[in-house]
């Protein structure tokens, strides 16, 4: 008698050890890689001078500048998302890993490849010494510490004519390996987007490991953590080194992306818009902020194109469009972080899951 194949249905895990898989299934696995292939076949003509492009400059550095956010993007998402803390200074962190790879390799001659990661653990040793209060504080009053980091830096960048050439700015030198320097953005998307994958790689596997775990637990109940012999002070004081540790990465490649470090980019309203990063993109979710850095930097863009579509339009004319596309782009983000928290607190890592199931499952709603 013929014995019908049983074949599961839903979402389970039957073992711990598969409940610390970087992925969820294979389709998951392979989809990621197909895309990692396809960003990295994007430049390549470009690159080997076949004589066309599959985009040009603009394009590309839109998706060289998403690659460097996503990076310390990516670093707040493991403190607010995973760890519960909550930090309102991050762009002055991003703002230190650019100033210090400048500095180390300007005033030491140390190659780029070289000042790159270390101005990342430069980042990682300042974000440990703001972080030390995050052990005794919490909530609101540990936000307002990392406010007085934000200011507190920032007015170090403005002094320090030594480290950062003060209100002057610094000069970046280009990118270069083994005496090729990388001046085009095809080029560098390709450094920007190793680096990227490196960086989401270590951070998956940081919170399938030990400390990752010990980080969630600080954040779902810190209190239970403790009791199960969780050192609340040690990983508080390390997720800020982490985080910081990833902004100074972002920060560095930012750097000798654009060329040059000026004092003025790296304000609250930055910081701000880290945040609004992890909370549109998921907070929590390492494929989320990949997802939330993409919407901050396209929203922008998305409404200069209708506003180009439409000018000279009777719209234009008589609403004026154009002045107003200007004046709501400095609303949009705002708007959307609002939006977001009211009908998708979860981001849009939650949605893209609840569509991933919705396929899998159909046409049984079960």
């Not at 989401?200 to 490991?209: C, D, E, P, T, V």
Request: charged content about 10%.
């Amino acid at each position: 008698m013929a014995t019908a194949t049983m074949r599961p249905c839903g979402d389970f895990r039957a073992t711990y050890r598969s409940d610390t898989t970087m992925f969820e299934d294979r389709a998951s696995r392979n989809s990621t890689i197909l895309w990692i292939a396809l960003l990295a076949l994007i430049p390549m003509p470009n690159v080997l001078g076949l004589g066309f492009e599959i985009l040009d400059a603009y394009w590309m550095n839109l998706l060289v500048t998403i690659g460097y956010l996503s990076i310390a993007a990516l670093g707040l998402n493991i403190l607010v998302g995973f760890t519960g803390q909550i930090s309102i200074g991050h762009s002055v962190f991003f703002g230190f890993g650019a100033f210090a790879s400048v500095w180390l390799s300007s005033n030491f001659s140390v190659p780029v490849f070289f000042s790159i990661p270390l101005a990342a653990l430069m980042t990682a040793a300042v974000g440990l010494i703001f972080g030390i209060p995050a052990a005794r504080i919490k909530g609101l009053y540990l936000a307002i510490a990392t406010l007085a980091a934000q200011f507190i830096l920032e007015d170090f960048f403005a002094r320090a004519d030594w480290f950062t050439g003060g209100t002057h700015g610094s000069l970046a030198d280009p990118f270069s390996i083994f005496g090729y320097e990388v001046y085009d953005d095809h080029t560098y998307f390709l450094l920007v987007l190793f680096n990227a994958v490196l960086m989401f790689i270590l951070a998956s596997n940081l919170m399938r490991s030990r400390d990752g775990r010990a980080f969630v637990a600080v954040r779902d109940h810190y209190l239970s953590a403790e009791i199960m012999g969780v050192n609340l002070t040690k990983y508080r004081v390390m997720s800020f080194g982490i985080s910081s540790f990833f902004a100074g990465m972002g920060g560095a490649l930012y750097a000798h992306h654009l060329g040059f470090v000026s004092v003025e980019a790296f304000t609250i309203l930055f910081s701000i818009q880290f945040l609004g990063m992890v909370i549109i993109g998921g907070l929590g979710s390492i494929m989320g902020t990949i997802l939330g850095v993409t919407f901050m930097v396209m929203l922008p863009e998305v409404m200069d194109m209708g506003a180009r579509g439409l000018s000279g339009s009777w719209l234009d004319q008589t609403l004026g469009l154009q002045n107003a596309i200007n004046f709501l782009k400095e609303m949009a983000i705002g708007l959307a972080i609002v939006l977001f928290l009211i009908f998708e607190p979860d981001g849009l890592a939650h949605r893209w899951r609840q569509i991933k199931a919705y396929w899998k499952l159909y046409p049984f709603s079960y």
